[in-house]
Structures are given as C-alpha cells and as structure tokens.
C-alpha cells in the first residue's frame, strides 16, 4: 500500500467506522505487529500464507455476532 502502512491507515478507518470489524492480513506474524495491530483497533490479524479456513470462520463469527 503505497504512501501509508495499514498500521497506519487502521486508527483512521477505526474513527470514520468504528462500528465494521477489522481483520488484517500481514506477512510480518511477530508478537509486536500484532500487539500494535490490536492496540489500534484490530479485531483479528492473520499472517502469511492464510489458512482460508480460518479465515473464513473468523469472517463468519464477525458477521453472526453483527446479526
């Protein structure tokens, strides 16, 4: 993402949405990145190469706690 890390862009979508759940996808799975992901509002972080399955699931209890 050219000009501005999703780090970086995800307190701002937070502000303008805060009410849309956020999970991010990184390449970098260290315990760092996730503490800042989540500190700024992630609600789940997946890393590089995803397990689709997991992901669906996690997408699919985001959407039945929003029901």
């Not at 800042?36 to 972080?45: F, I, P, Q």
């Not at 890393?47 to 039945?64: G, H, M, N, W, Y």
Request: glycine residues 6%; without cysteine.
């Amino acid at each position: 993402m050219p000009g501005m890390s999703g780090l970086e862009l995800l307190p701002k979508a937070k502000e303008v949405r805060p009410d849309v759940p956020v999970i991010m996808i990184t390449a970098y799975g260290d315990a760092e990145t996730k503490r800042k992901a989540l500190e700024r509002g992630a609600d789940a972080l997946f890393t590089k190469p995803i397990d689709f399955a997991e992901l669906r699931s996690e997408i699919q209890t985001r959407v039945d706690k929003a029901a």
